[in-house]
């Protein structure tokens, strides 16, 4: 071997084996900012199936026939032409909230007569379960019956209720259980008419009696509890462009979505239309996942509630339609009854329809967003009356404000820095970027003005493709990425205070937008490897951040590590959090610099995988999930192997 050449391997060894021995310093007694209870939280937009077809439990698809095409989900059965028929009518100068409804006739007392439902890509049913059917009736003449079956996709029967007699002289519930004596991912409901005569139906629904906290034609318990083990600080809703609609006419309105649920208007979704290479025809919002049961949602979950309301402005990316600013009292004052319907008492008109869905108590919320993912002069016009009149009436409520939909450019430039002259409460911002973006920008807000208004990462997904591409996987390089640049949200939050992974939910056989953080069909759901690092910085949140260093800086990229470190008042643990996005494990010493002991055991919770294409999936829920073990702390250090392409989580107790 050359001289030249020895003398280049001598120094190569001598400098990595310098780097190896660097040890990691935690400087556990100098809090650094406090970390927000809100700081990790949950993003749900009415997306992909997420609240009918998903969330929601109902199995029914266009239940009340307000769909474009009243009768899309339905098909007629009848094995003898003219047994009966079915007519779809509409009573819209007397309720224009409903206003169609299906008048059944049966012509003859032989032959089979009935309607069968599709459900949401079919029904998930399973053995052994109660389903509840209910409808709305009136009987017109003569005498009807009706019972319900399930099919499987064959045509099997798994599951028959008993007979419901239309009677009595007006509109009125019925209803009936049965026990599913199978089980089937994409099963279809009949309901088969008896009797002759005339009966007009509307709300035709079934829901599977086991709900989350078992709450009658409530949310599924399988999602809600995926949302639920993540402990999300907060919960933002309805959206996401959903707020916005297509034009202001499909814009999310709340006020609509309270109450009894066969008045909450069905409207479609704008995401029906959006993507020609995902079109999703039947996609509508029957808001039985409307704002009472997102407020209660809210509060089960332990979140504090975060809506986000229409601020006169349609989607820009679709018709950028607006409000004339002189119009946009109503507009307003859903931002100011909201308020009302969750703070204020039963003696206010908003407070008291609360009370009447059954919450008599506040659901305390404290932050609003005025506007979704809004850009321009038009939205600081917009934004200048909306604070105005909700600080002049709610001094105390924080407003949320958008920076638009990218995390740089003029566009961004111009909210940016109009918003912090206007001293804006929390801006938020949305990042659809590649997972090297993600990494890089770790260190996105070191330099952030720390007096100015604080952050809401409202939006962001690291895209395997790239943004919109219907390619995109939820893959472990994406998650893996997100965790680094996660590190650096934390190692800022006194700067920023929420963050969410967008979007949340996707049905298999439903979506329109990939990657999504939670996966679901019919049956059964699964969490992506983006889920689990939520989850772990949710579970790991702690109360004060405090300084991890090497060679005193921070772990912001350097050497393919990435950490940050924060105490947990309620435990006291110290808890780091370490990502090593190279493909060589890194040993490491790690210090605690502290006053106080350490207890000689402490906890490693690791996510890993050697491939960084790898995913999760229905059949193999848990590929990619967190591994619990314990190591020794030699008084107050730690001897850390991090596995190639890792994220670990160290709790250790100090005494
Ligand atoms: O999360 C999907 C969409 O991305 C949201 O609706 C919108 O706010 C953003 O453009």
């Known amino acids: 071997m050359k001289l030249t050449r020895i003398i280049f391997v001598a120094i190569l060894l001598s400098s990595s084996s310098f780097l190896y021995a660097q040890p990691i310093i935690v400087k556990a007694d100098n809090p650094t900012a406090t970390i927000q209870p809100t700081m990790w939280g949950i993003f749900f937009e009415d997306i ?346 709610y001094p105390n409520i924080q407003l949320v404000n958008s920076v638009g939909p990218s995390p740089d450019g003029d566009m961004f430039n111009f909210l940016n820095d109009t918003l912090r002259a206007l001293h804006a409460d929390i801006l938020d911002e949305h990042y659809y970027q590649s997972p090297s973006w993600f990494q890089n920008h770790a260190t996105r807000y070191d330099n952030y003005d720390r007096n100015g208004p604080k952050i809401f990462a409202g939006e962001y997904a690291a895209q395997s493709v790239a943004t919109v591409s219907p390619l995109n996987k939820n893959n472990w390089l994406c998650a893996l990425s997100e965790a680094a640049f996660m590190t650096g949200l934390e190692r800022n939050a006194d700067v920023v205070k929420m963050a969410s992974y967008a979007p949340l939910f996707a049905h298999v056989d439903g979506w329109q937008w990939t990657p999504d953080l939670i996966w679901f069909n019919n049956l059964n759901s699964y969490g992506t490897p983006d889920y689990y690092v939520q989850k772990l910085f949710s579970d790991n949140k702690g109360s004060n951040e405090v300084a991890i260093l090497m060679n005193n800086e921070a772990l912001k990229g350097k050497d393919s590590l990435y950490a940050s470190a924060c105490t947990d008042a309620a435990s006291n643990e110290l808890v780091l959090k370490i990502v090593n996005t190279s493909s060589q494990p890194v040993s490491k010493q790690i210090n605690i610099d502290s006053k106080k002991k350490a207890d000689a055991k402490a906890t490693i919770t690791m996510l890993q995988s050697s491939n960084l294409d790898a995913v999760n999936s229905i059949e193999s829920p848990q590929n990619i999930s967190p591994q619990t073990n314990e190591i020794d702390v030699k008084g107050k250090q730690l001897s850390l192997t991090l596995s190639p392409y890792s994220f670990t989580i160290v709790r250790v107790k100090m005494l």
């Open 48 to 393: 992909n199936f997420a609240a009918d077809g998903g969330l929601y439990a109902e199995l029914v698809k266009n239940r009340s026939f307000e769909f474009a095409a009243p009768m899309m989900g339905w098909t007629l059965q009848q094995q003898t032409p003219n047994t009966g028929t079915v007519l779809v009518t509409n009573r819209l100068g007397t309720d224009s909230s409903n206003p169609r409804y299906i008048r059944v006739t049966r012509n003859t007392e032989t032959g089979n007569f009935g309607l069968t439902n599709e459900g949401f890509r079919g029904m998930g049913i399973k053995q052994n379960e109660q389903y509840n059917f209910s409808v709305l009736a009136k009987p017109e003449s003569g005498n009807i019956t009706l019972h319900v079956q399930l099919v499987d996709s064959t045509g099997k029967s798994f599951g028959e209720s008993q007979s419901i007699n239309i009677s009595g002289n007006n509109w009125q519930q019925y209803k009936t259980s049965f026990t599913a004596t199978g089980t089937a991912l994409k099963a279809k409901m009949s309901v088969w008419f008896e009797g002759k005569g005339v009966a007009d139906l509307d709300m035709i629904s079934l829901f599977p009696q086991h709900t989350w906290k078992e709450r009658p034609n409530g949310l599924r318990a399988d999602l809600v509890q995926l949302l639920a083990d993540m402990k999300p600080g907060f919960i933002r809703f309805p959206g996401g462009c959903i707020v916005e609609g297509r034009e202001l006419a499909t814009r999310y309105q709340w006020k609509k979505t309270v109450g009894p649920v066969e008045d909450r208007k069905v409207i479609v979704n704008r995401w029906n239309t959006e993507f020609a290479h995902r079109p999703t025809p039947d996609y509508f919002q029957s808001f039985g996942l409307g704002f009472y049961e997102y407020f209660q949602l809210a509060e089960d979950i332990g979140a504090s509630p975060l809506p986000i309301l229409n601020c006169g402005m349609a989607c820009q990316f679709n018709t950028a339609e607006v409000v004339d600013t002189t119009q946009l009292d109503p507009y307003i004052q859903d931002a100011l009854d909201l308020i009302e319907f969750a703070n204020g008492d039963a003696s206010t008109k908003w407070g008291h329809l609360r009370e009447v869905m059954g919450h008599p108590a506040p659901f305390n919320l404290k932050l609003m967003g005025v506007g979704n993912e809004q850009w321009g002069p038009q939205y600081i016009e917009r934004y200048k009356i909306f604070t105005r009149a909700i600080k002049s009436k």
